[in-house]
């Protein structure tokens, strides 16, 4: 059994959809832009921010509109992190059997790093050894970089880790890390799109994710 997991955040651990299409659609109403549907988020999402508003935003939209536009979500995304945002069903039961066993959790994620520290203080205080986010110092996913961050600062050898997402670039992170991925499907991806990928271990709930850790 792999001792080392490590997961990815939204649409893995949290459930964000809502309040991430209520801040992308802040940010464009502020910009005079036409709203989103959630689903169209939903599929924008999983590359940062910045890819998130350029995927959201007519193509005809300037290059400083993009940044201003991501400075708008950030503002607002910020004040309003929390509001319909929560954790998975079974997710806190399963953090509490991973630590029963003598697991190390960390979480890496392509939020912006401050989101990623204030959420899991707010949703998973104590969880989480390590916990990375955005930032100009590593490399976005599916770059192995903060995977492999997170590793140096467990002290920990990647042959005992897992990575545990919902998309595609959480498969494509743990492919590029070396390490093996199970995919969740109550995230923001289909396990279609993951298996079209090559993607061979899917998590239909929590539980199973455990009994998946333990034969890996």
Not at 143 to 151: G, Q, R, T
Not at 162 to 189: H, M, Q
Request: net charge neutral; aromatic share 10%; hydrophobic share 40%.
């Amino acid at each position: 059994m792999k001792n080392i997991i490590i997961f990815d955040m939204d649409g893995t651990i949290l459930n964000t959809l809502d309040d991430l299409a209520a801040s992308v659609n802040y940010a464009l109403r502020r910009m005079g832009w036409p709203a989103r549907g959630k689903d169209e988020i939903r599929k924008a999402l999983g590359n940062g921010v910045k890819v998130l508003i350029e995927k959201s935003l007519p193509p005809e939209a300037a290059p400083e509109e993009v940044l201003k536009c991501v400075a708008e979500f950030k503002a607002y995304y910020s004040k309003n992190m929390y509001v319909k945002t929560a954790p998975y069903p079974g997710i806190k039961e399963l953090f509490e059997a991973l630590k029963a066993r003598g697991c190390r959790l960390a979480v890496v994620s392509n939020k912006f790093d401050s989101a990623v520290q204030e959420l899991c203080d707010i949703y998973f205080k104590g969880v989480f050894e390590v916990a990375i986010g955005e930032s100009p110092e590593v490399r976005k996913k599916p770059a192995p970089d903060s995977v492999f961050k997170a590793l140096k600062e467990l002290k920990a050898d990647k042959k005992d880790a897992v990575y545990i997402g919902d998309s595609e670039v959480d498969y494509n992170t743990a492919l590029n890390s070396g390490l093996p991925c199970i995919c969740v499907t109550w995230g923001f991806r289909d396990a279609a799109e993951l298996e079209k990928l090559g993607a061979k271990f899917f998590a239909q709930t929590p539980a199973q994710v455990l009994d998946l850790i333990e034969t890996l």
